[in-house]
């Protein structure tokens, strides 16, 4: 186990970011106060640093889905779409804060991931961080010379099935090189794009057993699961066998929605989905009346996709069932006046 803060491990700090960092960034772009704003930008400078210290690739996945999300929520109106891009600069320009760090020190660290690693080094950061800049300032001008524009609707949609498709491109292309195309050269995406036992820090097996376990299931343990938090049971026959992959036990299956799916069921999984999307669906509503709502939706959004290949922990799960009740109340407040008081 790797631990990088007093939070746990890695996977633990992760996950706690999921929640908080989207929260932080997305209170910047509301805030209509200077000194709350800097405030939050520079928390969100610290929670950038800390997301690539913490060399966990499902946190980088989840803020990178929050990031994708909310550029089509926010595209419409340039007033906030500029404090997003400002946000997303100050993110930006730490990493590479972090980069200069490393190399006072000589670069004297602990090995990271290929993930973290490619954006801590990569030059391409230092155009990203240019292009966010000059971004930001033209939509600083744009917002002066035109305050209170808004855009038309068909770009919120536009960038949502640019994203859309990228993200079914990628799964595309996963499917292609592990089932189709099994024998083409891919370098150092092998590990990202050939679906295998090993993929994911060995998640490949422990998906590929979880989905064993669940099929070979009656009818009943189908639909209702085998009881919450029987997970490591379910999985002993398969210790022996894990072993060869660096683990002697496993008590979830690194992916939340697998994990459910064994252990509280059909039943329990769809009525778990039913509430996060609901209340989220409902949030993103209610930001019209009421926008902190979008803070409360942002914390969801970057939460749930890193469940995709996480799992659920005391430190973050909590606060994330929070912030999804947040959307919730949010959607059923009422008459809240729409500037943000914050």
């Known amino acids: 186990m790797e631990f990088f803060a007093t939070i746990g491990n890695k996977n633990m700090l992760s996950s706690f970011i999921c929640v908080t960092l989207p929260v932080i960034f997305v209170m910047s772009v509301l805030t209509e106060k200077t000194k709350l704003r800097v405030i939050y930008l520079i928390s969100t400078a610290l929670g950038t640093m800390a997301l690539i210290i913490g060399d966990s690739d499902s946190g980088i996945l989840g803020i990178g889905v929050f990031l994708a999300v909310f550029l089509a929520v926010f595209i419409r109106k340039p ?3 500029k404090k997003y891009f400002l946000a997303l600069t100050v993110m930006l320009a730490s990493v590479k804060l972090l980069r200069l760090f490393s190399l006072i020190m000589n670069d004297n660290y602990k090995k990271l991931g290929k993930l973290p690693s490619a954006i801590l080094f990569s030059n391409a950061v230092y155009a990203a961080l240019g292009l966010a800049a000059v971004i930001t300032v033209l939509l600083f001008l744009l917002d002066k010379k035109k305050p209170g524009l808004t855009l038309p609707k068909a770009l919120p949609v536009a960038v949502g099935s640019l994203f859309g498709l990228a993200a079914l491109g990628a799964v595309g292309a996963v499917i292609y ?4 195309n099994t024998e083409a050269e891919l370098g150092e995406l092998e590990n990202i794009l ?3 036992p090993r993929w994911g820090t060995h998640r490949g097996i422990m998906w590929i057993r979880t989905l064993d376990i669940f099929n070979g299931a009656d009818i009943p343990h189908k639909i209702f699961g085998y009881g919450p938090d029987t997970f490591y ?7 022996e066998e894990l072993k060869s992959y660096g683990n002697t036990s496993t008590d979830a299956a690194h992916n939340e929605y697998l994990n459910y799916l064994v252990t509280i069921g059909i039943a329990g999984l769809s009525a778990y989905l039913a509430f996060v999307g609901g209340a989220l669906v409902r949030g ?10 979008l803070a409360f939706a942002a914390a969801v959004v970057a939460y749930a996709a890193q469940a995709v290949v996480n799992i659920a922990v005391p430190i973050s799960t909590p606060l994330f ?12 407040q009422r008459d809240v006046a729409s500037t943000p008081p914050f």
């Open 79 to 81: 007033e906030r779409l």
């Open 177 to 180: 090189f592990s089932f189709i």
């Open 284 to 293: 993103f509503k209610a930001a019209k009346n009421n926008p902190i709502a």
């Open 194 to 196: 050939r679906f295998s």
């Open 233 to 239: 049971c379910l999985y002993e026959p398969y210790f």
């Open 321 to 332: 069932i929070i912030f999804v009740s947040l959307c919730e109340a949010a959607a059923r």
